[in-house]
């Protein structure tokens, strides 16, 4: 079988994109500690810190969260621009739409640069911080969407309709519903109302609108399943969506319980949000005879016999 290079570049991609969801993912969660830390102005500069790429003699756990979330955005960062030189190199051995995403890609990163930016030169803003935010789950809910995308090849049916809409609009209304928790963290709209009664509603909205969320994400998995063929096959994807659902609730209700005492479950509540916007992302865009339409012409290459961290 002659070998063509457009099934090895796709795999080197898509590995590279799966990894860079791992990545987004801790920059979220890392983010979120820093807010919970309050270490958000623990380095007073930017994109330096106190001066410095490695502020060693100031470090503490708050500048280590916030240095380490920087370090972390700006692997992020370079990882992209890599995905796309290699994109732009190998251009006509891939799809077509593949340079622009990764150009859209590297323009999101950069917004998304500047915003932290903005965060610690104009104090921490509740608005720049909540779409600081919105921005971070949209690049895990793209890479993870384009990991997908990359399985799969150009042969491969699309998924029902049914399908897409609604793993469309569970990603959607856990991105909102991820935004909204944040917008309510970054105004201390749970401490205040604990502490003091007041901007309850930030709570309330974000308690409430929790139900019909989490409702319509199950019974998409239940039709899923009820479906039968390709849709029920996706069971163990399914299921990690289910069991996170679970685990979001159940994190939640413990947050308001401790009276956000305990950083770790609020951290863990974001993580949860996190995984399950790139969980949702990959069953939007995954599609019947993904990956293994070209996967096993892959696996022929004994030069690619490496390990990934």
Known sequence: MAFTPSPL???????????LVVALIALVVIGGATRVMEAGL????????????????????????????????????????VQLGVVWIWRLALPGWLPLASAFLVILVSVQGGLGALTVVQLLPSGVVTAHLGLALTLVAAVSGLTQCLLSSSRDSSSPLWWRFMSGASL??????????????????AQRCIAQGQVCEWLHWHRFSAIPVASFVIMFIVISFLAGGWSRRQWPFLLVVFLLVLAQISLGLLVMHLGLAIPFVTVAHQLVAALLVAFLSALTF??????????????DFSSLETCHG
């Open 286 to 299: 995954r599609s019947p005879g993904s990956p293994s339409s070209y996967l096993p012409l892959i696996q």
């Open 172 to 189: 959607l209304l856990v991105m909102a519903q991820s935004v909204l928790g944040g917008r309510m963290a970054t105004e201390w709209a």
């Open 42 to 81: 623990a380095c007073p500069d930017w994109p330096l810190c106190y001066g410095t790429f490695f502020p060693g003699h100031q470090m503490n756990i708050q500048v280590f969260l916030e240095w380490f979330h920087r370090l972390d955005a700006f692997v992020v960062g370079i990882a992209l621009c």
């Open 9 to 19: 570049i796709r795999w080197r991609l898509a590995q590279l994109a799966s990894h």
